[in-house]
């Protein structure tokens, strides 16, 4: 999975890292004083990195919880995210942080406890609810049998009921969660494309059948599970979303669902053009777009109608009460 490691000189004594370093003693091992050395230095490639990406271990400082961006998530209070990790190990092609990020390596923050601190003056502070967003920057489960990130953040939101944190993934690692008491206020919200559309731009992911099968083992298990329908993609086949969720909803309890949104391709301008150096010939970019506000989206024609319809035909499995639409 990964090439090499690259740990920070003050990271490299945190039980955390220590382990993962055993775990990878066979690979090379490179001390660092600061991550943004290897990450953030210039003339590098993500697109050949993201062939033989690199595990860089850290600390985190400065702000561990920031607002949530405008419209991203459920309305269920106010709306916070947090990184314990920067980049993905899948590579879909429509993703922002190929544009956002020099590097293609993984960094992976290892002192969880003071991201705990930062979440739990954060509840602390602000009045009524709180909602906490991972796999912003990453995907929350993919790298979890070597991170521990949900072993470490269930159990602590657990402890902090009137709190609710998303678990944002792609992934089938799910084995942990399945091994301790479902949490009624951790959600895992798993992301999907059409299957033509997962075939062709989202390598190194699960298959939907996989996905599907993991999220209805923690359906069972009592998780709450929500669905992400991102970014939506216009097909040739016209039916191609209505059998998308025919198939999800053959295998899931939709009244057992958390919650259901749609999201529109979309992409900052400045990383969308980083985007389109690092893959000029990549038909998806070559589409009609327009940008507004600085964020750039797919031509559509009659996109309300045809939103209006793919909404009608997810009305059909669901409650249209669980569902929302993420910002535009």
């Known amino acids: 999975m990964f090439s090499a490691v690259y740990v ?27 991550y943004g050395q290897i990450f953030n230095r210039k003339a590098q490639n993500f697109r050949l990195q993201k062939e033989y990406p690199a595990l860089i271990l ?84 993919a790298l979890e049998p ?9 159990p602590f939101f657990a402890e902090h009921p009137a709190a609710v944190m998303e678990l944002r993934t792609k992934s089938t690692q799910v084995a942990g969660l399945l091994q301790i008491d479902a949490a009624p206020n ?6 999907f494309t059409t299957e033509a559309a997962a075939r062709r731009w989202e390598r190194n992911v699960p298959s939907i059948e996989k996905r599907l099968a993991a999220l209805g083992r923690l359906q069972d298990a009592g998780w709450p599970v929500a669905l992400r329908f991102e970014p939506l993609l216009p097909e040739a086949d016209s039916n191609a979303y209505e059998n998308l969720f025919k198939l999800i909803f053959s295998r899931l309890r939709s009244d057992r669902l958390h919650s259901v949104s749609t999201g529109l391709f979309r992409m900052p301008a400045d990383f969308f ?11 998806l970019f070559a ?8 964020v750039v989206s797919l031509q559509q024609p009659n996109r309300e ?5 793919l909404e009608a035909a997810l009305f059909r499995h669901i409650d249209p009460a669980s569902y929302y639409r993420c910002a535009e």
């Open 305 to 309: 109608a045809w939103l209006a319809e």
């Open 146 to 154: 070597v991170s521990g990130f949900a072993e470490f953040f269930v």
């Open 8 to 34: 920070e000189t003050e990271a490299r004594d945190h039980p955390r890292a220590r382990a993962i370093l055993e775990r990878y003693r066979d690979l090379p091992q490179i001390e660092c004083e600061r």
């Open 287 to 294: 589409r009609e777009t327009q940008t507004e506000n600085g």
């Open 273 to 283: 053009r980083n985007t389109l150096k690092l893959y000029p010939d990549e038909p």
């Open 186 to 191: 951790c959600v895992i919200a798993m992301s």
């Open 58 to 141: 850290a600390r985190k400082h400065g702000r561990k919880v920031l607002p949530a961006p405008g419209g991203y998530g459920f309305d269920a209070g106010q709306s916070h995210y947090f990184s314990h990790m920067l980049n993905c190990i899948y590579d879909c092609r429509y993703c922002f942080l190929q544009g956002m990020y020099r590097s293609a390596h993984c960094v992976l923050f290892v002192n969880y406890e003071d991201f705990a601190d930062s979440i739990r003056q954060t509840i602390a502070a602000g009045p009524g609810n709180q909602v906490f967003y991972s796999g912003y920057d990453c995907d929350s489960l």
